[in-house]
């Protein structure tokens, strides 16, 4: 197996709420004044180690605020460390926010020709891709309305079918198989599961230690910003729940 994923001595400051609240005026004041305190940074990443080889299926657990979500996109380049480095090889398709990245104003076309075209592929394939995303989507009578006309839900749909239709080398899941009404959450769960067959390495934020002890085959654990233990999934599950569960008494 070859490498894919590293990550060495990666730490990761992120800004409090008070230091946005910050504004200049109020900065000069408060110095002024002789109360400024400069604000807090917190450590949200704290000296993480990670190699994840090619077709690994690994899932990551923790409570809320561990720092799961955030090491997903720092390996996605969403986010750079603070110190430390990050290493990936492979076309990586991020289903995080989906939507997120969408030009609010452009088609949901253009849209999908953009989004290609920033992971690699040319204009000409992605417009052949247009017709089938939508499909799936289930949005074809939208293809020429600017993003901005659809509902939070459509826009989830539309994210999801696009990032798994350019079929990546690596796949980035955080808590997605929730998108849309019943029979769409079926269809999205269809696609996921061609991708657990193949050769894709998938890193997948889950809160349901059932699916990640039944489809994945190592677990993270996150504790804090550091990785508590990282294994077998049955195993790190089990490690993790007893702990839980010892707060829980």
């Known amino acids: 197996m070859r490498?894919?994923?590293?990550?060495?001595?990666?730490?990761?400051w992120r800004r409090t709420q008070q230091e946005f609240s910050y504004d200049l005026k109020k900065t000069i004041l408060s110095i002024v004044e002789g109360t400024y305190r400069k604000p807090v940074k917190n450590l949200v990443l704290d000296n993480i180690n990670?190699?994840?080889?090619?077709?690994?299926?690994?899932?990551?657990?923790?409570?809320?605020?561990?720092?799961?979500?955030?090491?997903?996109?720092?390996?996605?380049?969403?986010?750079?460390?603070?110190l430390g480095s990050v290493r990936v090889k492979g076309q990586i398709a991020p289903l995080i926010?989906?939507?997120?990245?969408?030009?609010?104003?452009?088609?949901?076309?253009?849209?999908?020709?953009?989004?290609?075209?920033m992971l690699g592929f040319s204009r000409?394939?992605?417009?052949?891709?247009?017709?089938?995303?939508?499909?799936?989507a289930e949005l074809k009578d939208y293809a020429l309305a600017p993003v901005k006309a659809l509902s939070s839900g459509m826009e989830a749909r539309l994210g999801f079918a696009i990032a798994t239709d350019v079929n990546p080398d690596i796949l980035i899941l955080d808590e997605v198989l929730s998108v849309g009404d019943e029979k769409f959450k079926q269809k999205c769960q269809r696609r996921m599961?061609?991708?657990?067959?193949?050769d894709v390495t998938i890193l997948v934020v889950s809160h349901s230690m059932e699916?990640?002890?039944?489809?994945?085959?190592?677990?993270?654990w996150i504790d804090r910003g550091k990785i508590k233990e990282l294994g077998a999934a049955k195993t790190v599950i089990e490690s993790?729940?007893?702990?839980?569960?010892?707060?829980?008494?």
């Open 50 to 82: 990670l190699v994840v080889e090619n077709g690994e299926k690994i899932g990551i657990i923790g409570s809320n605020g561990s720092g799961k979500s955030t090491i997903l996109k720092v390996i996605c380049g969403i986010l750079k460390p603070s």
């Open 211 to 220: 699916f990640i002890r039944d489809a994945c085959d190592k677990a993270i």
């Open 124 to 136: 000409q394939e992605m417009k052949k891709r247009t017709r089938f995303i939508l499909e799936f």
């Open 193 to 198: 599961e061609k991708f657990w067959q193949k």
């Open 3 to 12: 490498e894919v994923i590293r990550l060495d001595n990666v730490s990761l």
């Open 97 to 117: 926010e989906l939507g997120a990245g969408f030009d609010r104003e452009l088609s949901l076309s253009d849209n999908i020709i953009l989004y290609g075209v």
């Open 240 to 249: 993790y729940l007893s702990t839980v569960n010892e707060f829980q008494i």
